[in-house]
């Protein structure tokens, strides 16, 4: 899977780019706040809908426009896809080959990507919320059903805290017990995603630590609110602290209060390891996501990477570059190339940006000359 060809109009500082990608190696150089984030941003949306932080959407549209636009020439195998998202303050339209798909879920799985930015470096140090949503991005990438289901719990658990906080002096229990069922059923499936997830995160990560770090063992643990795993069991939980949620007028328990924890040697990360331990445990799982992505869809997903490199000591960053394999497409940025090994750059096709403008360079050999598109 690669973007042969991508088109932004009016996206951040982005007003009007048009490119043809490598299939495997892009490097995007410029100084801060000159757009490259942008680029990757934008690539973002065009596979998730939505922006990689946590934004309002109508700040994506450039100031001068009350518009944007993001398109993209997707490829795999033998098949073409023209992947479109334009954004407006009043709605989000969302196309593939010219039509318009009305439902995000069937939108979402054509287009696979993994992003790696310095943001995500500090994940395990950050709220539970951060992590949750670490694991809902790939998921809702993987499998469709995963997203449906999730957005059925998310409406329940909105109509279940209202209920407690608006009727918590005269609750009808048999109503109560039925939301607090469907809830259950719905907690059961994500859980379950969820924890297989995981299990095949934790058969990959070990190895790809040690590539990294050259020395011990990560191990990521999935963390259940509710430790219980049978229907009825579950229900009964939620029954033996009925008074406590009356009491609280919210739900206290579910898989929105689930998490994850990253061990080296048995040893919690979060409370105990290093800046670097733990900025290497997230690169690590990621990467062992891109691994899974090839083994459910059968393709690789497409990599951005967004100027990771200089957060990295020299020894760490090479050693996450030889995971850069010619069968994955490859979008990066950074603000100097020589944070980039040559081995990689004398692949890679080379775009300069600077005021959301971009000169192409192709090749190595070709960069310091000009090819403005």
Do not use: H, W
């Amino acid at each position: 899977m690669y973007l042969e060809k991508i088109k932004i109009k009016n996206f951040k500082k982005i007003i009007n780019l048009e490119t043809e990608l490598n299939k495997n190696i892009n490097i995007f150089i410029g100084n801060n706040a000159q757009g490259k984030t942008s680029i990757l941003e934008s690539i973002y949306v065009l596979a998730l809908t939505k922006p990689s932080k946590s934004v309002e959407e109508s700040e994506l549209i450039n100031k001068t426009s009350d518009f944007s636009l993001i398109k993209g020439n997707l490829r795999y195998e033998k098949n073409q896809k023209e992947m479109e998202v334009i954004l407006t303050n009043q709605e989000k339209i969302l196309k593939i080959n010219k039509k318009e798909i009305k439902k995000v879920s069937d939108y979402l799985t054509n287009l696979n990507v993994i992003m790696f930015s310095p943001d995500d470096l500090d994940i395990i140090k950050k709220s539970p919320l951060v992590r949750r949503n670490l694991l809902n991005i790939e998921l809702c990438q993987l499998f469709p059903n995963y997203m449906k289901v999730l957005n059925e719990y998310n409406k329940l658990l909105k109509i279940r805290n209202e209920y407690l906080r608006k009727n918590y002096l005269n609750i009808d229990k048999a109503y109560f017990d039925i939301i607090t069922e469907k809830l259950i059923d719905r907690l059961i499936i994500i859980r379950n995603y969820r924890e297989k997830y995981i299990e095949c995160i934790n058969s990959n990560i070990e190895v790809i630590y040690k590539k990294i770090m050259k020395t011990g063992n990560l191990k990521i643990n999935y963390n259940k609110n509710i430790s219980f795993d049978n229907k009825e069991e579950i229900i009964n939980y939620y029954k033996d602290n009925y008074y406590n949620e009356v009491d609280k007028k919210m739900t206290l328990f579910g898989i929105q209060k689930d998490d994850l924890s990253f061990y080296v040697d048995s040893m919690d990360l979060k409370d105990y390891g290093s800046q670097g331990q733990q900025r290497v445990a997230i690169l690590a799982f990621k990467l062992a996501e891109i691994n899974i992505f090839k083994e459910i869809k059968k393709t690789y997903p497409i990599v951005l990477l967004d100027d990771i490199f200089s957060e990295l000591d020299i020894e760490k960053r090479n050693n996450l570059l030889k995971f850069i394999k010619s069968n994955i497409q490859f979008i990066i940025t950074t603000t100097d190339i020589k944070n980039i090994s040559d081995k990689i750059v004398e692949k890679a096709s080379i775009f300069k940006i600077k005021d959301g403008n971009i000169t192409n360079y192709g090749r190595k050999k070709n960069y310091g000359t000009t090819k403005t598109l």
